[in-house]
């Protein structure tokens, strides 16, 4: 398949889970991905697995909490392949969990910083890339925590992963005059490092507990959140913006 031919792509939380399935599934679709986290082996490691497959992918290694990151990236998208056409914002991280009235707000912050204010400044460098090419695809990892569901412990999570449902909507229409999209997708519980499900002291029962949660009674794969990152982010989507996408295997809605 090649909807995405000719394009060229930036992946924040490349090194594992959803924007590492992400980064491969865009590759494989023919854009030239820039693709970004800390950890620079895993992001070396995936760019040669995109290389054997065919494709093509540079890795720019930093934190996304740094305004210098978000612009680099942007310049290796430039310097690299000639412009940007997708972004996909997706780094972030649960951060520290517990009652508010315990939470630092040095742990407050550390959790908005990188999944909230991390959006923004990709979202500064990234648009007048894409005003250059008449047009793009903007998009942001959120969370069904904070939109459709409230969790026990998880306040700056949730506060972080709804504000980005709001900076997209502003976004889509500062930008829709442009031909610019921007759009959250909202994953269920997801099998990748960061779920609690694979917290080092989490035995078979929470793993029961979390797919229970479901409609479908199962937590979804990186592939399959990455098959819906790329419906947005490609042509397929042509006519979606300013819109929050679930795709949780009906954590939102099961009451069961
Ligand atoms: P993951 O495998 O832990 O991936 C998180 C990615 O973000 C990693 O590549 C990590 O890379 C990167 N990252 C974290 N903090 C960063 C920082 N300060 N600077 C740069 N990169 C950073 O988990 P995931 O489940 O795929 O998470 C991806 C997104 O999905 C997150 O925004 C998460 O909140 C969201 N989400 C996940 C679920 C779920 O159930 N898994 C559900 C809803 C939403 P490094 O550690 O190498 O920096």
Redesign the pocket.
Known sequence: MNRLTGKIAIV?????????ATARLFAGEGANVIV????QD??DALVEAIARDGGTAVAVS????DER?AQRLVDTALERFGGLDIAFN?????GAMGPVPDMALSDWHETLD??LT?AFLGAKYQIPALLQRGGGSLLF?????GHTVGMPGMAA?GAS?AGILGLVKCLATELGPNGIRANAL??????????ITNAPDAGPEVLAFVENLHALKR??T?EE?ARAALYLASDDASFITGTAMLVDGGVSISRT
């Open positions: 924040t939380g490349a090194s594992s889970g959803i924007g590492h970004s986290a800390r950890r895993e992001l930093g934190d996304v909490c990151l997706n780094a972030g991280a649960t990188t999944n991390s990892t959120s969370s069904f925590v999570y992963k909202l994953p269920g519980g997801t099998d990748t490092p960061a779920s937590m979804a990186p959140i």
